[in-house]
């Protein structure tokens, strides 16, 4: 493609998401683990999360998330998307990745691969499709995050299996007007820090030597502290990139983890409550999924309007982080 017909502005045009309809709410998980729902929702902010059935996979979640992408924008949405990303940390299976399993079901002439950056991974996904689109490899990237990390927690711990939920997010990336789209993106990652939050795959220890368990291990107190640290330097750089001031931004929609780190951000950035979106306490840390179903329901509940500068920052295993500035673009398939 020639360099003066390369987009100028690439953005976020489509978004869909789905949730699995199962409730488990943290009295059912008191049933199961020695907890209760006043320790959750002190520590957490979170009152229940959406659990996959048996059947269910990540697989069928992303199906649905772009089911519901079809029914709001109508099939078009669909029409010319060349690449499938599709973000998680719970494949299916390691080969074929869910992303070609997406592009069969949907019938996208399309190529397809699978990301894995841990909870930040659909930014991660976002930033990728935003660099084919902007370059000219791609012209519609339909990033998918989907997770079902109820499927590999161990439900006798605990410390980890009252923090996560199910869920799935699906979004268009393409040419914007200009003005509109993505004005930056920030990636981090730190591997010294792997050690505290890790799940098995082929190897049976990491590198510096930490025997990997079957199930997710996480040292949440070491997790917490990153994470406290990691949104708020995160935010300001993806602020800098973009040259924008925080009072710019017209939501800051951080990863759904723990409201105390949520909380803990917005009090050091000085961001009024109502500038913060969270909804952490109905659906749990979704990973992948959490920062799209939660840009979903500020949408549906007209907290975004088109134009508004949107801060999206998230951290997770790896350890790794992203963050980035979006302009909320109003497109009318
Ligand atoms: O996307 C991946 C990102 N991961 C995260 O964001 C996790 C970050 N970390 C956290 O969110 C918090 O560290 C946790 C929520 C995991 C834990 O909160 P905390 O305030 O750091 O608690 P703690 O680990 O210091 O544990 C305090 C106490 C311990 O008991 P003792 O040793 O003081 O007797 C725990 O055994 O709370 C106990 N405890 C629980 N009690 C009731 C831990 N989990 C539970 C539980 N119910 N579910």
Redesign the pocket.
């Known amino acids: 493609m020639k360099p003066s017909s390369l987009p100028h502005a690439v953005g976020l045009t489509a978004l869909g998401t789905y949730v699995p309809s199962k409730v488990v709410t943290n009295h059912d998980l008191a049933k199961i683990v020695d907890?209760?729902d006043e320790?959750?929702v002190s520590?957490?902010g979170i009152k229940e999360r959406r659990i996959s059935e048996d059947n269910e996979f990540v697989s069928t979640l992303a199906f649905r998330a772009v089911d519901n992408l079809v029914q709001k924008y109508g099939s078009a949405v669909l029409e010319g998307v060349d690449l499938v990303i599709v973000a998680t940390n719970t494949p299916d299976a390691l080969f074929p990745s869910t992303a070609a399993l997406v592009q069969s079901h949907f019938g996208l002439k399309a190529g397809a691969f699978d990301l894995l950056a841990a909870?930040p991974g659909w930014i991660y996904a976002l930033s990728a499709a935003h660099a084919y689109v902007k370059s000219g490899v791609c012209k519609k990237v339909l990033t998918i995050g989907s997770e079902v990390l109820s499927k590999v927690v161990d439900w006798t711990d605990?410390?980890t299996c009252?923090?996560f939920g199910d869920g799935a997010c699906a979004a268009i990336v393409e040419e914007v007007p200009d003005g509109y789209g993505f004005k930056s993106f920030v990636l981090g990652s730190d591997g010294l820090g792997g050690k505290h939050?890790y799940m098995k795959c082929v190897a049976p220890s990491l590198p510096d030597g930490t025997m990997i368990q079957d199930k997710l291990y996480?040292n949440?107190?070491e997790?917490?502290k990153f994470?406290v640290r990691i949104m708020e330097s995160a935010t300001i750089q993806a602020l800098e990139k973009a040259d924008m001031k925080l009072e710019d931004i017209a939501l800051f929609i951080p990863?759904q983890?723990?409201y105390r780190?949520i909380d803990a951000a917005r009090a050091y950035l000085k961001l009024p409550l109502e500038k913060v979106m969270s909804n952490v306490e109905r659906y749990g840390?979704t990973?992948t999924a959490s920062i799209g179903i939660a840009m979903q329901e500020a949408l549906d509940t007209n907290r975004i309007k088109d134009g508004d500068d949107l801060l999206l920052v998230t951290f997770?295993a790896g350890l790794t982080w992203a963050s980035g500035v979006v302009r909320w673009y109003h497109k009318s398939f």
């Open positions: 907890t209760n320790w959750v520590r957490t909870c605990r410390t009252v923090l939050l996480m949440g107190r997790v917490f994470a990863h983890a723990n780190i840390n990973s997770g």
